[in-house]
Antibody, heavy 117, light 110 residues
Framework: EVQLVESGGGLVKPGGSLRLSCAVSGFTFSSHNMNWLRQTPGKGLEWVSSISSSSSYISYADSLKGRFTISRDNAKNSLYLQMNSLRAEDTAIYYC??????????WGQGTLVTVSS | QSALTQPRSVSGSPGQSVTISCTGTSSDVGGYNYVSWFQQHPGKAPKLMIYDVTKRPSGVPDRFSGSKSGNTASLTIAGLQSEDEADYYCCSYAGSYTLVFGGGTKLTAL
């Protein structure tokens, strides 16, 4: 069974940092590109970042302006998102998702990040 | 990286068919056969309903179907049921390891 479990969310002050983790099981992690996606409260979904299976290719949403860094450890079956200089508008549920072809097919249950003073 | 355009809401009576549109550009929807659709019930994670424009994952009822013409993709739900009431999001691959989502459509079963 494919499973993705996010962790690391919480309450952080504006300007602060958080590191999200995503532990996966049930598939060959090193064979799949991976994504971070987010959903603001009561609003829609937004793609945040993608990383290729070998970490050779990385992309970010333009709106992040270099504040976030995606990484992965294939030996640990884990995906990460380092978030710096957090703003109130980064408050959201953050999901990790497996990529299959052009589709984010399996998602975790999400971790809530709240940026507030 | 502009969001895809979806209607904010659609509605239908049980048993009817409803269609949700998703309009993008030649750089996303029109450029790749990688349009997917997600169903989301309140408090739940999104669930994949359609991928690669027309394909259904195992377990998704065949009442759900997808199509695409030019820069617009569509999700059609035939024989609407009360449990289909949810938010629906389209998603397209947009090249260079990027994805773009629609703003979401609230489906109401009258």
């Amino acid at each position: 069974e494919v499973q993705l479990v996010e962790s690391g969310g919480g309450l952080v002050k504006p300007g602060g940092s958080l590191r999200l983790s995503c532990a996966v099981s049930g598939f060959t992690f090193s064979s799949h590109n991976m994504n971070w996606l987010r959903q603001t409260p009561g609003k829609g979904l937004e793609w945040v970042s993608s990383i290729s299976s070998s970490s050779s290719y990385i992309s970010y949403a333009d709106s992040l302006k270099g504040r976030f860094t995606i990484s992965r450890d294939n030996a640990k079956n884990s995906l990460y998102l380092q978030m710096n200089s957090l703003r109130a508008e980064d408050t959201a549920i953050y999901y990790c998702a497996r990529q299959a072809g052009g589709t984010p097919d399996y998602w975790g249950q999400g971790t809530l990040v709240t940026v507030s003073s | 990286q502009s969001a895809l355009t979806q209607p904010r809401s659609v509605s239908g009576s049980p048993g009817q068919s409803v269609t949700i549109s998703c309009t993008g550009t030649s750089s996303d929807v029109g450029g790749y056969n990688y349009v997917s659709w997600f169903q989301q019930h309140p408090g739940k994670a999104p669930k994949l309903m359609i991928y690669d424009v027309t394909k259904r994952p195992s377990g998704v009822p065949d009442r759900f179907s997808g199509s695409k013409s030019g820069n617009t993709a569509s999700l059609t739900i035939a024989g609407l049921q009360s449990e289909d009431e949810a938010d629906y999001y389209c998603c397209s691959y947009a090249g260079s390891y990027t994805l773009v989502f629609g703003g979401g459509t609230k489906l109401t079963a009258l």
